[in-house]
């Protein structure tokens, strides 16, 4: 059920958590621009019990949640959500560009790159230090190496980065570095690892599973925000089709699906998404051009000799192109870098 304040006041605030709170709920505080919501979540069973806070003069409304995702529903907060990453901020007016290297391989590289990607625009610097390889045998990061490289390359760079975390093993050692914890694909249903990283402080970066629905790739992001982190950014980076042309199947209908069914902020990785260089502009600005959030692109000095992802890395020159080339789109959308 959402409960709608009639008051901002902060005592009449705790009251009707306390309340929800005695009746079995969890009660999650949800202060938008346009108004201030509780939303009571929690085993479907005696929810007409909180009907009766209808009562309270600082209560406006009292409604039951119709979607199976509660927290993520767009209803939640209809004006969206803007997420605060360092010195910036995703969602609501800012187009946001996450680039760099698909995995850090040294610091020479990790520098470089975040140099590069931050002179052309880009706010938010990416790098996988632990890497979901398809083969064992393929090198899996540097790991704590490799967050120590992305933490020196983003103080160098001054911007925030973000990183993948695959295991709850290694979560508080990746949330201690971490400005932003991805969510791979392949761990978009690990559930154990939504709930440990819906118990930390830091946003988290929701990247679609390669055959999930938007129904349960919701459902994640509502794991993670029931346990009380409401910081995440959903990623579409493509889905597994009949197709064999493209690595995946970029689904841009994600964009105005999910800007319908939820207010958390959504960005396009074309990279994933197409698997080759020259497919990620196009549909870069097309991600664009439709209303995306924003983007994360795997850029690289040297895509010849990465050691993953180098065919779907953009040359340093062909990312600048790309940033050059967003600009005039975004006009159009009302976002800007
Ligand atoms: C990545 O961002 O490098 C990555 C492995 O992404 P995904 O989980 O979308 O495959
Ligand atoms: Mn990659």
Not at 288 to 302: R, Y
Request: glycine share 8%; proline share 5%.
């Amino acid at each position: 059920m959402i409960i709608v304040m009639a008051s901002r006041k902060q005592e009449d605030i705790d009251h009707v958590k306390s309340k929800v709170e005695e009746m079995g709920f969890d009660a999650h505080l949800i202060e938008g621009v346009q108004r201030t919501v509780i939303a009571a979540v929690g085993d479907g069973r005696g929810k007409e019990r909180l009907q009766s806070l209808e009562s309270l003069a600082h209560v406006e409304q009292v409604m039951p949640i119709l979607k199976s995702y509660k927290l993520a529903g767009r209803e939640m907060r209809p004006e969206g959500t803007v997420i605060p990453i360092g010195n910036t901020s995703i969602g609501g007016d800012t187009f946001s560009v996450m680039a760099g290297p698909c995995a850090v391989e040294s610091r020479e590289q990790i520098v470089e790159t975040a140099k590069i990607v931050k002179a052309a625009g880009a706010q938010i610097l990416r790098g996988g230090a632990y890497k979901p390889r398809t083969s064992p045998y393929s090198f899996q990061g540097m790991e704590e190496e490799g967050l120590k490289l992305l933490k020196e390359a983003s103080e160098v760079a001054d911007m925030p980065f973000v990183t993948e975390v695959m295991t709850t093993e290694s979560l508080d050692l990746v949330a201690d570095y971490a400005d932003v914890l991805q969510i791979g694909a392949r761990n978009m249903q690990n559930y154990g690892l939504l709930k440990a990283v819906g118990k930390k402080d830091v946003p988290v970066f929701l990247k679609r599973g390669m055959m999930a629905t938007f129904n349960e790739w919701l459902m994640s992001a509502e794991y993670i925000m029931a346990e009380g982190n409401h910081n995440v950014i959903m990623c579409e980076r493509g889905i597994r089709t009949f197709e064999t042309e493209t690595r995946n199947t970029l689904d841009l209908s994600a964009v105005p699906v999910l800007k319908k069914l939820t207010h958390l902020p959504v960005v396009i990785d074309p990279s994933h998404g197409t698997g080759h260089w020259d497919y990620v502009s196009p549909m870069a600005l097309a991600a664009a051009a439709c209303g995306a959030d924003g983007l994360q692109i795997e850029v690289h000095p040297n895509p010849e000799v990465a050691v993953s992802d180098g065919p779907q890395s953009l040359k340093p020159k062909v990312f600048n192109q790309l940033m050059d080339n967003l600009r005039p789109i975004l006009k159009v959308t009302g976002k800007s870098l």
